[in-house]
């Protein structure tokens, strides 16, 4: 098996494995580690730069790739808060005790004896400690970083986990296409890496469809179950976090997502109105309709949430809250029944949708007293109106160090990184950070006073700016704010170019028209001033030939410059950048539609994390969540590392149900791609021909038999007729069975081999044939080309002899009125018949030859 996978032999392995070989007895790390790094087979030079990438030195010649640097390889090519199993503390215990046991049985080993066989150092470093709980899962990684196609394909089909497993692999094969294009490597293997990525998205999103088909909420629950061995994540978030924008723009995932934005909440139309009219009037509340459990039991929840419900060991939690179609039948007869009303009430501040627009409407209030406070005049000491907007400024900047602190990575600074990785953080963190600075301006002397309230009006633009963020949860706002990005962070190349046009007139002219200027910081803003406004169409026309007493030397190039500049400038390069623009457009109109599907995972997991009072009541949350984790008496290192967010904790008996019928959903794929391939045009012209060459060689097997028996029948008959002495009758049965003498012809070929088909051809070529005949020597070596005849056997000299010797008096062999005395002239020259018939046989064979 492991030479097998060495030398990428997939069938040999396919046949192993259906003859029994465990692959969980047979995977080990020694033997993992083995198959990253063997030289037999095809091999990948671009996860050793991905080992260095890592590593952060170079390697050594000889370095051995160890399962914690493929580990950080896989950290890294994912991205984002997933940690490998190979990284996790567990894992590197195990694996630091089994290197120090190998070590120390093969010194021991060496002191005893120089010769141990292999099968004795396989019982050392290879303890059933050591297997893998998912082997296929760890070989699909291994194939696809090794860039063996072919048997990712195969562990894929095999094993549990299909649907991830894909999405895994098409992430994989997308970040190494992308590292092999930094890395400047052969552009076939950046397309190539890309293509193994679409066959493998497109084996995701085909295996969502069948199982879609078969059972929606199955399907949805492949989406959000809990993966043990990938991180403890899901299956949504991988494919968000990979970009895998058709996973999740599939209908599937649409609607879990629509189930999950409106938490319990059970509405159709109008959602908006009663969501506000709610939030202003709470009573409103108790006359919403909510889903029953049972509607709910697809929908992922986060650990949190049963706190509610007193749940208070994670280990319970997970044992029981998937213990719903117990009780299935229950809330499907009691539909009817309503919720308590304190039970709506919670229900309905803990929807998505509903913290989205609580935060909208006192987000709206909170601009509308920035407003006020920057258009009026500032007071030494700040107003209400102030106050508030630093009350829900500060509120705001303890809820971000929240979100960073409960955010999935392990370290800190991973935590960080993530939540610094998105655009509106990073713009909210900037907005927070210049507030507090302008904040503790106000406070100092005039000269700093004025320069905070700048600073509050400068900061102003960044929280007007954060109502974009608002609009994208929209679907048809949202995809104009994608638009916007998308040009604003292409548009750098084309910006530089216009700057160098820019400044290379503006020195120019500045020069030019100043030449005896003092060294001054105003010299900068003079150079791009008014150049920069020219853009826009103001082009100073006073100035091109104003009248003064002593103009520069020089100042006629002046206006010169101008019109090339404003040429350059506002007719090539603007319009440039509106045809970028334009293209821009048109490239996202097309797909806008699903970029906001999937985009619309990460607005539901935004608010669906936040607490569901807005600043500043935030804090009131806060202190909640505060009394909850107490109360709870969970230490820190309780809790599964990563083991956050919303998931589907499932029992062992309902993960085996899910995997039954996500196998199932496989096998009936596969079964129909291959109806699909016997039915295509393609297929049936192949099939049709095979059958057509099928029924060909039976006829031409039943004319044989039907022509040997024939001819054994005629053979009896003439050596009855022979022995009964009938001649007449034995020489007619000879000619009947012979038949007359035809010199079949096969093909007629050119002199370039091509066979001839067409009448003109052949009667051309005979003719070509015929004038050589009379040109060439009849005995020319060279002679030999052309028509090629496959004559019949003529008559041999024995049966001539035959024939002539069976002639009787006044009779000859035939009824063709030949005189018998011609026959008998022909016995005499009897002696001269083999030197004949060998003249005729090379005459014969020449033609033969032509």
């Known amino acids: 098996m492991l030479d097998a996978l060495m030398m990428d032999r997939v069938d040999f392995v396919k046949l192993l494995i259906e003859y029994g070989v465990n692959l969980h007895r047979f995977l080990t790390i020694s033997r993992l580690e083995e198959l990253y790094n063997t030289k037999q087979g095809p091999t990948n030079m671009l996860l050793h730069h991905l080992v260095q990438d890592v590593k952060q030195h170079t390697l050594l ?72 709980i998912y082997p296929y899962n760890d070989l699909l990684v291994w194939a696809v970083l090794m860039k063996r196609q072919k048997m990712a394909m195969f562990f894929w089909q095999h094993g549990e986990e299909a649907t991830v497993k894909a999405v895994i692999a098409c992430i994989l094969y997308r970040a190494m296409a992308r590292e092999a294009k930094e890395s400047n490597m052969v552009d076939d293997a950046s397309e190539e890496l890309k293509n193994y990525s679409k066959q493998f998205g497109q084996l995701a999103l085909d295996v969502l469809e069948k199982a879609f088909k078969q059972n929606e909420r199955m399907a949805m629950k492949l989406l959000t179950y809990e993966l043990k061995n990938w991180s403890n994540s899901t299956c949504l978030k991988l494919a968000v976090s990979g970009g895998l924008r058709p996973f999740v723009s599939h209908t599937c995932t649409q609607m879990l997502l629509t189930d999950m934005w409106m938490g319990r909440l059970k509405m159709r139309k109008n959602s908006w109105l009663k969501i506000i009219i709610s939030i202003l009037f709470p009573p409103a509340i108790l006359t919403l309709e909510f889903k029953s459990k049972a509607e709910m039991s697809h929908v992922p929840q986060s650990q949190d949430f049963t706190w509610y419900n007193g749940d208070q060991n994670t280990s319970t939690l997970k044992e029981n809250s998937c213990q719903v179609n117990e009780s299935q039948h229950f809330d499907l007869k009691s539909g009817l029944q309503t919720l308590p009303w304190t039970r709506k009430v919670y229900e309905f501040y803990n929807a998505p949708i509903v913290k989205f627009w609580f935060y909208t409407m006192v987000y709206l209030a909170f601009l509308m007293l920035f407003t006020y406070t920057v258009l009026v005049e500032m007071q030494p000491q700040p107003s209400v109106q102030e106050w508030l907007v630093i009350i829900y400024i500060f509120t705001n900047a303890i809820e971000k160090v929240r979100e960073v602190c409960v955010s999935e990575p392990g370290k800190f600074t991973q935590k960080v990184k993530v939540w610094i990785s998105e655009y509106w953080n990073l713009m909210e963190t900037v907005a927070i950070g210049l507030f507090l600075v302008g904040f503790g301006f106000r406070w100092g002397a005039p000269p700093f006073y004025t320069a905070g309230r700048l600073i509050y009006c400068i900061n102003i633009i960044f929280w007007f700016s954060r109502l974009l963020d608002f609009f994208a949860v929209n679907q048809h706002a949202g995809p104009y704010v994608t638009m916007i990005a998308k040009m604003v962070t292409n548009m750098f190349y084309i910006v530089i170019i216009m700057a160098i046009v820019l ?100 607005y539901i997991m935004t608010y669906h994390e936040k607490p569901w009072l807005p600043p500043p009541f935030i804090l009131l949350s806060h202190i909640g969540l505060l009394l909850r984790r107490l109360c709870q008496h969970q230490a820190p290192n309780d809790q599964e590392e990563g083991d956050v967010g919303l998931k589907l904790y499932l029992s062992k008996e309902d993960l085996k149900k899910l995997h039954d019928f996500e196998e199932q959903c496989v096998e009936k794929y596969f079964h129909e791609k291959m109806e699909d391939l016997n039915c295509s045009c393609e297929e049936q012209i192949r099939v049709t021909s095979e059958r057509d060459i099928h029924l ?37 049965k000879i000619r009947d069975t012979k038949g007359k003498f035809h010199a079949k012809m096969d093909t007629i070929k050119d002199r370039n081999g091509m066979d001839l088909t067409e009448a003109e051809d052949i009667k051309k070529q005979w003719q070509e044939y015929t004038e050589e005949l009379y040109k060439k020597d009849f005995h020319d070596p ?8 496959h004559l019949e056997p003529d008559i041999l000299e024995h049966e001539v002899k035959w024939a002539l010797g069976s002639i009787t008096t006044n009779k000859a062999s035939g009824g063709d009125g030949i005189p018998v005395e011609l026959f008998q002239i022909l016995v005499d020259l009897n002696p001269h018949v083999p030197s004949w018939t060998a003249a005729h046989q090379a005459s014969l064979s020449f033609t033969m030859s032509r």
């Not at 002046?558 to 045809?579: E, G, H, K, R, S």
């Not at 028996?709 to 022995?723: D, H, T, V, Y």
Request: charged letters at 25%; proline letters at 4%.
């Open 782 to 789: 060279d002679n030999h080309e052309g028509v090629i005849t």
């Open 696 to 732: 060909t060689e039976e006829f031409q097997r039943i004319a044989r038999r039907d022509k040997k028996a024939f001819l054994s029948n005629q053979c009896k008959e003439i050596e009855e007729n022979n022995r009964m002495g009938k001649t007449r009758d034995l020489f007619k």
């Open 61 to 132: 010649s000889g370095y051995k790739i160890t399962l914690i640097d493929i580990g950080l390889v896989i950290e890294y090519l994912i991205g984002g808060a997933y940690r490998s199993s190979y990284t996790r503390k567990t894992f590197r215990a195990l694996y630091n005790n089994l290197y120090r046991k190998h070590k120390v049985e093969k010194s021991a080993a060496l002191h005893k004896s120089r010769k141990k066989s292999k099968e004795e150092q396989n019982i050392s470093d290879d303890p059933d400690s050591t297997g893998f």
């Open 503 to 602: 400044l290379s007139f503006g020195v120019a002219r500045k020069a030019i028209l100043s030449p005896k200027e003092p060294p001054s910081w105003t010299l900068a803003r003079d150079i791009v001033f008014e150049p920069y406004w020219m853009i826009y169409g103001e082009v100073y026309a006073s100035e091109i030939d104003g009248i003064q007493p002593s103009c520069p030397p020089g100042s006629f190039l002046t206006p010169f410059l101008q019109a090339v500049y404003l040429f350059v400038q506002y007719i090539i390069m603007v319009n440039l950048l509106i045809a970028f623009f334009n293209n821009v457009y048109i490239d996202l109109k097309s797909i806008s539609n699903n970029l906001w599907k999937y985009n619309r995972y990460r």
